[in-house]
């Protein structure tokens, strides 16, 4: 009797562990497989995030084993690939975000990253063409008369002017006589065509926008005889259709001018350089300090400098080179006859306060050139720029523009650009821009 119990309880025993019902029976952990999948050129930037604070970046396909069970986002990062002229960005689709990790099993989860459409392009704004042009690289390599790799049509009654590279790729033009910009998300950018946009945003007679580093939009209205400046909260520009969006800053400029345009610099203070006119009203340029750009309302404004000078009438476009100069595309010189001119003012220059007559550091004479418009940084530091009047897109190298005082400076290519009637290349932007300049240009 007592074997015969004996051999019970120790049956009892073996059936318990085989059920799993002890203390230490079966694992208290699951694991999950990231499957990343990328172009051979992209390094991919994948995160793990779980409760209690867990966090993992993979770059490759992995898996994580000794997870607690619970819920684990996956999300990606876009990343860039370098260019000579524009870098491209490649975005990651997730799927199988959130992955539940459950006791010994392994769930599972993908990326796959693709290029993002429109990056890896340079894009001009032609106004009497009503449309926007796409170049790639290779097309901007030599002097030529390529066919734009992308046109895309903005409608038959619009002026197109200014266009802006947003945070995440899209593009915003300038639709003064409809009073709004236009948002062309990239998979609007993939082909030429009329495409309808994919949000509209009503602001009046625009003339330019850019975006700020946390994705807001600063718009130049040009409203009587003053221009004025609005900011346009990135919370309310990602919806779709007609936008309901307000500006939730207004500041009307203290002097006369054509409109504005604008830059940030590397500390995120926004430049705005009222235009003047031919010759009776030289230019402003303002300097709005980064502290007072988070202000709300309409309000008075109130600049941490302003710089003029008598080298600075009815500017055209501008841009900051790495070095922190402010490099500025004018149509008259002193007043002259119509002449073409950039100026450049270094970053010691600019490092004022208050009210101050600085001449430029160097103003410099295009060769060949008609009036400029909108000028631009590429990724190797040479400047590039739309010439309103010749239709053409040139490059000035950096070693060619370098020095002070009175310069000349021939183009190395030059690009012209689809035929019209007259004149009409407004706007030029790098997508993306340069990593090593500020975000907006």
Known sequence: MRAAFSALVITGVALSAACGGGSGGGPSTGSLTVTITTPSSVTALVTVAGSGGYSHVLTSTSTLDGLAPGSYTVSATATRVSGALVDTVYDGAV????????????????VTYALRTGSG???????VRQEVQGYAPSQLAATGSPTPDVAV????????????????????????????????????????????????????????????????????????????IERFDAAGLSGTGALSATATLTWTLPTAGYGAKMAFDASKNLWILNSGDYGSHPAQIYRADAATLSASGTSAFSPGATITSSDVFYVQGCAF?????????????????PAVNLVRYSSSQLAVAGAHIVDPEAVITVSGAGSLGSVAFDASGNLWIADYTARTLSRLLRTNIVG?????????????TPAAATPGLTGLAFDPPPANLPLAQ
């Open 95 to 110: 799927t199988g975000s959130p992955a539940t990790v459950t006791k010994g099993a392994t769930a599972t989860a993908s």
């Open 121 to 127: 392009h340079v894009w001009l704004t032609d106004k």
């Open 153 to 228: 049509g903005t409608g038959g009654s619009t002026q197109t002017y200014d266009l802006s590279v947003a945070p995440g790729g899209a593009l915003w033009v300038a639709l003064p006589s409809q009073d709004e910009f236009a948002r062309y998300d990239p998979t609007q950018l993939a082909a030429s065509g009329t495409p309808t946009p994919g949000a509209t945003l009503s602001a009046g007679f625009v003339d330019r926008g850019i975006f700020d580093h946390s994705g807001n939009l600063w718009v130049d209205v040009v409203s009587g005889s003053a221009p004025v």
């Open 321 to 337: 080179d790495a070095d922190g100069a402010l490099w500025i595309a004018v149509l008259n010189q002193s007043g002259s006859s």
């Open 404 to 416: 002070s005082g009175s310069l000349t400076a021939t183009p190395d290519i030059v690009v012209t």
